[in-house]
């Protein structure tokens, strides 16, 4: 049955593209599936999706002939098989053993990926595996691994000459996973229609449909003028009919496009139950992870940068946070200390929260650090409320500070996860009750590219309000601005809300102007916070498609980006948290 | 019913539960210009309803699968619509009684 196909090398290449790319997708929800089956030994349709997930890598690397990734892959299903028979016991040994072994079968599939043929030294872990399966005879008389059709592994050897690269083809997002067992019925037919896309051509598509968005408003616009200029001209009527029917694919097409984008946060959420075990181990600690809202979806571009912050922030939750088991007891709390890893969707925010029950921060050692530092005036500090004086935690290298490290035990780079963050413009927040524990809110933009905006004209100038973050716009009586502290707040139905004026703000004048007799005001918030923005006139409501401004710009707090409008003239976007920030050193 | 359609293309229809190894089953099988693969399914659940509704030629068979096995996809299959099934998995520890079971039950041939 040998090279039965004449495959051709770029066929070779997808093949094993495809396989590497299942391969991963079944190694991290094994991952996964590994941690889970320790707190829950029993579960048996757990142990069949495991045993499974290896005999899938087994039989479909055999037939691509990686023959280490088989004998390796082989083993551990001998020990699953064992497992789900309940002819061995689920035990923390085992597990370590299994993991070790996942580990280095992620190790050879990254080899495979770099094309590398070399091979691995594999004693370790496979005699680790055979002490597992102990002294039973049964697996030295298995049969030969045999290939499961005629592939033969000079064809794999010989084809793959160039690195397979580093782009991985992703799942569809919002397809059936093929990783998920028992799939609802509703599920089921579209199963066989999911394809796989390269990233690169779905970020380009991104990019054309943002042109094509920008080009649909600068349309749309000249017609609007033409109308008005040319009244009841048949010619203009028909392009002005063709325009909308444009207009309305475009914006499905958009739709489309950043829904194709989506994937569920539970892909960067699954390696974090393996990440707990590990460092629950090292640390000597107990701790549970407990994980909810994972099917919420998010950008594609965020879903990847989001991974490293959060190692970081649980990372810190488990090694500093929590206490040791003994600690706990001695306090009266729970021996197991708990980790919440929550996502949700709030309006076209995402909001990822990490909490755990841990010791919490020393508010005032932060204080004092502050003040040490000069970042504070020791009197200014005390007057602040504590979760302002947490905010000190994601200043540039205030957290190595050892007197934090000490006292509060938190660990390094905070100001990391922050820029990390900000780069997401995403906000972030952090909470603390001294022995109670921590929790970290992270707010993001469902998508990044292309935003609804609020045109407003503010001194001559326009600038467009991401419409996410509007709560509302109200033209108000003069009546209703009052003065607290000689500082302008707007009374809305019984809630004082500071004003100021936008564009003031963003060019860092003094805040003092004049109001109109019936100003117009934008209220924005900014999670608990509100701020009335003043503003001259409103324009209309648009889609933006954000430019980066680059960084030759310096500083440029308070904007987001730039735009280029239907009328083809740029517009700078304004970043709502950057706006509170420097809102916040004028007032 | 006889075996290939107008063509004379024989019709399969491949069950397995990795997505890989439907496109490379249906890659090689699509090689020979006499053979067709006219459906895949991802478990014996969707594996028997494809039979009843595309009629297939011949049908390949993964055991392990996730919420029907090929076993008893296959044993259904024999009951309701019978159709020549090829057994098509690597082996397990329990490899061997598997193809007996298969065979017993009207597997047409096993590849290991």
């Keep these: 049955m040998t090279n039965e196909l004449d495959l051709q090398q770029d066929e070779m290449q997808e093949i094993i593209d495809d396989f590497l790319v299942e391969a991963d997708e079944l190694t991290t929800s094994l991952d996964g599936n590994f941690v889970r089956l320790e707190s829950t030994p029993d579960d048996l349709d757990l142990l069949n999706e495991i045993f499974r997930a290896a005999h899938t890598i087994k039989g479909t690397s055999s037939f691509l002939g990686f023959e280490q990734v088989t004998s390796l892959t082989h083993k551990m299903e001998d020990i699953l098989n064992k497992l789900r028979k309940s002819e061995m016991a689920v035990t923390a040994d085992v597990m370590d053993v299994l993991l070790s072994a996942l580990d280095a079968l992620k190790g050879l599939l990254d080899k495979v990926r770099q094309g590398d043929l070399s091979e691995e030294d594999l004693s370790e872990v496979l005699g680790r595996l055979n002490a597992a399966l102990g002294d039973s005879v049964d697996d030295d008389t298995d049969l030969p691994e045999l290939p499961v059709v005629g592939l033969t592994p000079e064809t794999a050897v010989e084809s793959p000459t160039e690195p397979t690269g580093t782009i991985t083809p992703e799942t569809v997002a919002g397809a059936p996973d093929e990783k998920q067992g028992p799939a609802k019925p509703a599920a089921k037919k579209a199963a066989d229609q999911t394809i796989r896309v390269d990233v690169e051509r779905l970020d380009s598509l991104m990019n054309m449909v943002g042109e094509l968005v920008l080009g649909r408003n600068s349309l749309v616009q000249s017609i609007n003028r033409l109308q008005s200029e040319l009244d009841n001209d048949l010619a203009l009527e028909t392009v002005a009919q063709s325009a909308t029917a444009v207009n309305f694919i475009t914006t499905e097409l958009q739709m489309a496009v950043m829904k194709m984008r989506m994937q569920p946060v539970g892909k960067v959420f699954n390696r974090f139950p393996r990440l707990v075990r590990d460092l629950a181990r090292d640390t000597k600690k107990q701790i549970e992870l407990v994980i909810s809202g994972e099917g919420t979806e998010l950008d594609k571009s965020v879903i990847e940068e989001i991974g490293d912050p959060l190692v970081h922030i649980i990372r810190n939750s488990c090694d500093h946070g929590l206490e040791s088991p003994e600690e706990r007891l001695a306090k009266g709390k729970p021996a197991v200390g708990t980790v919440w890893l929550q996502a949700s969707q709030e309006g076209s925010n995402i909001v990822i929260k990490i909490r755990d029950d841990g010791r919490g921060f020393d508010v005032d050692a932060i204080r004092a650090k502050a003040v040490e530092r000069g970042m504070i005036s020791r009197n200014e500090v005390d007057r602040m409320a504590d979760r302002d004086v947490f905010k000190y935690i994601f200043a540039a290298g205030f957290s190595t500070a050892k007197v934090i490290t000490d006292v509060s035990g938190r660990g390094v780079g905070m100001d990391v996860v922050r820029s990390n963050i900000e780069k997401l413009n995403g906000l972030i927040e952090l909470d603390s009750v001294r022995n109670e524990g921590t929790s970290i809110t992270i707010k993001l933009p469902l998508t990044l590219a292309i935003i609804q905006g609020l045109l407003v004209q503010c001194e001559d100038e326009v600038f467009i309000l991401p419409l996410s973050s509007v709560i509302e716009t109200v033209k108000t009586e003069h009546s209703d601005i009052h003065y607290v502290n000689k500082r302008p707040v707007l009374c809305l139905r019984d809630e004082i809300i500071p004003i100021v004026n936008l564009a003031r703000v963003l060019r860092r004048g003094n805040d003092s102007f004049i109001l109109t007799e019936r100003p117009y005001i934008v209220v924005v918030g900014l999670a608990e916070k509100k701020l009335g923005l003043i503003v001259d006139r409103f324009l209309g409501q648009e889609e933006v498609v954000i430019k980066s401004l680059g960084s030759y710009l310096g500083s440029t707090e308070g904007v987001a980006g730039a735009t280029i409008l239907g009328d083809g003239r740029i517009r700078l976007i304004v970043d709502i948290i950057g706006l509170f920030n420097t809102a916040g050193k004028i007032r | ?112």
Excluded at chain 2, 30 to 45: L, W, Y
Excluded at chain 2, 47 to 66: C, F, N, W, Y
Excluded at chain 2, 69 to 80: E, F, N, S, V, Y
């Design chain 2, 1 to 112: 019913m006889a075996i290939g359609d107008i063509t004379g293309q024989i019709r399969i229809l491949v069950v397995d539960d990795s997505a890989f190894m439907r496109k490379a089953l249906t890659m090689m099988l699509e090689s020979d210009p006499m053979i067709k693969v006219i459906g895949t399914a991802r478990d014996g659940e969707e594996g028997i309803e494809k039979v009843r509704h595309l009629k297939p030629d011949l049908v390949t068979m993964d055991i392990e699968m996730p919420r029907m096995d090929g076993l008893a996809a296959l044993r259904q299959i024999m009951k309701t619509t019978p159709v020549p099934v090829m057994m098509i998995s690597s082996l397990t520890t329990d490899g061997a009684r598997a193809t007996l079971d298969a065979l017993e039950m009207g597997a047409v041939d096993f590849i290991p």
